[in-house]
């Protein structure tokens, strides 16, 4: 059972407004569950809501772990997977911001191995 309840509308604007400042377009994000370890020492998994999109081959998920809590990460492949480094965000939007703002720079690092450089 989730200890957060679903993504609000205010909720939802914030993640579209967010995406639309960031790609220039609207995005289709998918409202999906995942599955965490709300404290480190947990050995229960507990189900969040989550919201799911995917742009220019990277995926990421930004899940509500509680009242104004949330997690968030970005990937390419399982082996290849970032989040931002701080564990949860008590701010939607600083989630999002962070999340699609270090996903463009590891996304940039990517590009300029992938280029030799």
């Known amino acids: 059972m989730s200890e957060a309840s679903a993504f609000s509308d205010a909720d939802w604007a914030l993640v579209q ?5 960031r790609y ?6 998918d409202e999906v569950e995942t599955e965490i370890r709300l ?4 050995r229960e998994l507990t189900v969040c809501p989550a ?4 742009e220019s081959g990277c995926n990421f998920v930004v899940s509500k772990t509680g009242d104004n809590q949330f997690r968030s990460m970005f990937f390419w492949s399982v ?4 989040s ?7 701010n939607l939007g600083d989630c999002m911001v962070t999340t699609l703002k270090m996903q463009e720079e590891a996304a940039r690092h990517r590009s300029a191995e992938t280029a030799g450089g």
């Open 84 to 90: 931002t480094g701080k564990e949860e965000y008590d």
């Open 24 to 29: 220039g377009r609207q995005v289709n994000v």
């Open 39 to 42: 404290n480190p020492a947990d």
């Open 17 to 21: 407004s967010a995406l639309r400042e």
């Open 51 to 54: 919201l799911y999109w995917v």
């Open 79 to 82: 082996k290849d997977r970032f």
